[in-house]
């Protein structure tokens, strides 16, 4: 089977609070809270982007995945803050890594989605056989809006996906999108924070899209929900996916393991994926996991994963998700906030 | 446009590529020609491990102009676990969290940018573990 031979995610260590944005800005912070299920969400350092980002995950992929980085053949990097607006992200990750120069490299954009999107191609490639082993992350340092709702939410982290044949961890049992042109969120070339269109971004745009691919592939698979021991679905905030979730007819069980979004915030690119990772850090062989993403514009990856045995050789090569959202967290005020994420004007 | 040396050192700097002598087996971080322990010229390659310790460390409070908005930060020289000293930025901590002898990991990071336009240059920082 094709599938998972090594996965890993990295997440910056410091962090702000609900309390602390929603006070800077005059806002109720328990309404927050109770309405966006959000407690703090990571800040990349001053010295972290999406680059850095995907490089620690990445290693921590193949320290899992235990294959030599010059057999990696493909490497997608999926983001909506790729440091560069020409240049890719991708060959600085390929060279820190060691994976030049026999590769092919791109990135990817697509809002939320684009990590899964790397993935998606990354497992195509393999199945293709056009390659050994490719490698797909997911990784943002979002911004939000000073005072603006995605300001909450938006935050940084990625996680690493290699594919190949053998010695796999997880098999892709089916994969399927579901994609149509909407305008639910977006940011215009130049434009330095995105915006959105308010009554665009719940049903008609996440919801439509994650039940529209969770149905479908359900469906084309012949899974029922009970099937599953884990689903995960992409965390704008804390509520969606579990709405999303139950609708499909999933239960809080088996979404809490990647339902990592109170602690982490939205990371975008790397939301579903590193839910995902979180969930590859506890699941038993022979479990079925659903991962669903979503990114604005809009469209969503679903893709049914089942556990090999290989899971349980792994798993503990590389620090787990928990440990990087629980561990070493150092805590900003708005302000550091604010400096941190380029936020203050200042003379060159 | 970075200077040529960024482009020439980005085995070590992104990698932590080293060379080890074939003959003594000493680790020479960059690489050298001539092989410091034996005087020999053989290596293989070799990379330097990830982990290390703090030998001695400074707080830098007046920084040049491209790093005056991370004030205060720390500068250590590192050893690794091949026995190879670094000098190197600890990161992700406070300047009293600091103390010789305290483990470390190298990360990769950010150096610096040539302004909002220029080329961003990354390599290895060190952070607490
Ligand atoms: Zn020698």
Request: proline content about 5%; glycine content about 10%; aromatic content about 10%.
């Amino acid at each position: 089977m094709i599938g998972i031979v090594g996965y890993g995610s990295y997440l910056p260590r410091y962090r702000i609070k609900v309390e602390d944005i929603a006070h800077q800005w005059g806002r109720d912070s328990e309404t927050i809270k109770r309405g966006l299920l959000l407690k703090e969400k990571t800040v990349p350092g001053l010295d972290e982007d999406t680059i850095t980002i995907s490089v620690e995950a990445a290693k921590n992929a193949l320290k899992r995945a235990g294959i030599d980085p010059g057999e990696i053949g493909a490497l997608y990097i999926g983001s909506e803050s790729h440091p560069y607006a020409v240049k890719p992200s991708g060959t600085v990750v390929a060279e820190a890594l060691g994976v030049v120069p026999n590769v092919h490299i791109a990135d990817y954009e697509f809002a939320c989605k684009a990590g899964t999107e790397a993935m998606f191609v990354a497992y195509g490639l393999v199945k293709a056989d056009l390659v050994k082993y490719a490698m797909g992350v997911g990784a943002d340092t979002s911004q939000g809006a000073p005072g603006d709702a995605l300001e909450f939410s938006a935050s940084a982290g990625g996680s690493a996906f290699i594919f190949g044949k053998e010695d796999v961890v997880a098999d892709v049992l089916d994969t399927f999108s579901y994609t149509t042109d909407t305008p639910d969120f977006w940011r215009r070339e130049g434009a330095f924070y995105p915006l959105h269109g308010g009554r665009f971004t719940g049903i008609p745009a996440y919801f439509k899209h994650v039940l529209g691919a969770g149905k479908a592939i359900l469906e084309r698979s012949g899974y029922k929900p009970s099937d599953f021991a884990y689903a995960i679905f992409h965390m704008p905030n804390g509520k969606f996916p579990l709405t999303a979730g139950k609708k499909l007819g999933f239960t809080k069980e088996q979404m809490e393991p990647g339902w990592i979004v109170p602690l982490m915030g939205n990371t975008y690119s790397g939301s579903s994926p590193t839910g995902f990772s979180a969930t590859l850090d506890i699941a038993k062989p022979k479990d079925l996991i659903l991962l669903v993403s979503f990114g604005s514009g809009a469209g969503s990856d679903a893709f049914i994963f089942k556990m090999t045995d290989r899971i349980n050789e792994v798993r503990d090569k590389a620090e787990k998700l928990k440990s990087m959202l629980e561990n070493n967290r150092i805590y900003l005020d708005y302000g550091q906030y604010a400096k941190y994420r380029g936020k203050i004007i200042m003379n060159e | 446009m970075p200077s040529p040396g960024y482009r020439r050192e980005m085995p070590q700097r992104y990698r932590l590529e080293a060379a080890k002598c074939k003959k003594c087996g000493k680790v020479s971080f960059p690489p050298r020609l001539v092989c410091s322990g034996c005087g020999s010229r053989e290596f293989d390659k070799t990379k330097l491990s990830d982990n290390g310790k703090i030998v001695t460390y400074t707080t830098i409070r007046v920084a040049p102009a491209q790093f005056t908005t991370q004030v205060p930060y720390s500068i250590a020289i590192v050893e690794v676990d091949n026995g190879v000293r670094i000098t190197t930025q600890v990161v992700d901590c406070k300047p009293e969290d600091l103390e010789i002898g305290k483990k470390v990991k190298l990360v990769f990071r950010k150096l610096y940018s040539e302004g909002h336009t220029g080329i961003i240059c990354y390599g290895y920082k060190a952070i607490l573990i």
